[in-house]
């Protein structure tokens, strides 16, 4: 590992394909240890609805990122990016390979090209004033500003988050640039580790069927409870971690606006939607190797295929 680039191994594709049976065997197989790239797993109290691997489940290998953080903290890209990074100099340490295993496609392009978010101290008058502005004229007034001076970057955003949208508009007033067009910049960065992004893809059909079963079992384990459990210690719905879906639904649930039936329904409906859209994500990314689930015998010739491709991508194993 004293070669210039680094190793580094990524694993995702929508949710409920089945990654993580196949991150332990690969990472055994490699002498690899895994950093989740999920936004919720990272989260206590929250296991069943972000289908959180149990400690006995892992096989003695090394999880990162998973069950740290309070629900009530805010996780995003940049912290991240960096958690993942002090993983991975653990991991390198000990002279092993990070294997980087989840489905947020966001965090995983952060972390393999060292995309920079950093935006220069503004003044904090301007923000003041941005804040003001969305007090006093509502977040689609400041919204609608954004759009005028940054319309794609507009584009990935609700109104409702204000916190995104006056980091936009400052990162325009202090650079006079788009931030969209300094993410793109970024994205075009060569990563600096030597990797293989494998994305494990499934039929839509069988993905879908995948999904609702995995709900189901959801709700046969408990997660209303759950849910009910995190709003009873006092987790508002506005928390980023109840923004996840398997938690949000449920709060029209215990309105009375929804029946129990209705709720799953609308689950499985929001994960669906969010397959399509990791799916999407993943076929923008450059130098991916896809690996369709159905081309291979058993999950002993798919974790052989991986190694393979890994060996031809210059990892070390």
Not at 144 to 161: C, G, P
Not at 222 to 231: M, R
């Amino acid at each position: 590992m004293n070669s210039e680039k680094r190793p580094l191994i990524v694993l995702t594709g929508p949710t409920a394909v089945g990654k993580t049976s196949l991150s332990l065997r690969l990472a055994r197989a490699v002498g690899g240890e895994i950093i989740s790239a999920d936004s919720m797993q990272v989260y206590k109290k929250m296991n069943i609805g972000t289908a959180k691997i149990r400690p006995e489940e892992m096989g003695g290998v090394p999880h990162y990122l998973v069950d740290v953080l309070d629900p009530e903290e805010e996780f995003n890209v940049v912290r991240f990016q960096q958690m993942a990074k002090e993983a991975m100099e653990e991991i390198y340490g000990r002279g092993h390979i990070p294997v980087i295993v989840g489905g947020t496609g966001f965090y995983i392009q952060a972390l393999l090209y060292d995309i920079d978010f950093s935006v220069h101290e503004s003044e904090e008058t301007y923000r003041h004033e941005l804040a003001a502005l969305a007090e006093e004229k509502g977040k689609e007034y400041l919204y609608e500003m954004l759009r005028q001076v940054d319309e794609e970057y507009a584009a990935t955003l609700h109104a409702n988050n204000v916190k995104k949208v006056i980091r936009a508009l400052e990162y325009y007033h202090e650079t006079g640039e788009k931030l969209s067009a300094h993410n793109a910049s970024q994205r075009e960065k060569e990563s600096p580790y030597r990797f293989a992004y494998f994305v494990l893809n499934e039929k839509r059909e069988r993905l879908y069927e995948r999904i609702d079963a995995r709900v189901d079992a959801m709700m046969r384990e408990g997660l209303a409870s759950e849910v009910q459990e995190l709003v009873k210690e006092g987790y508002a719905r506005e928390l980023v971690s109840m923004q996840g879906i398997g938690y949000k639904e449920f709060f029209d649930y215990f309105d009375g606006t929804k029946t129990l039936e209705e709720t799953v329904e609308q689950i499985k409906k929001d994960t669906r939607h969010f397959a399509k859209r990791q799916l999407t994500w993943f076929r923008r990314e450059k130098d991916v190797i896809w690996l369709d689930k159905g081309a291979y015998a058993d999950e002993d010739a798919l974790l052989d295929a991986v190694l393979a491709a890994a060996r031809e991508r210059g990892i070390p194993i």
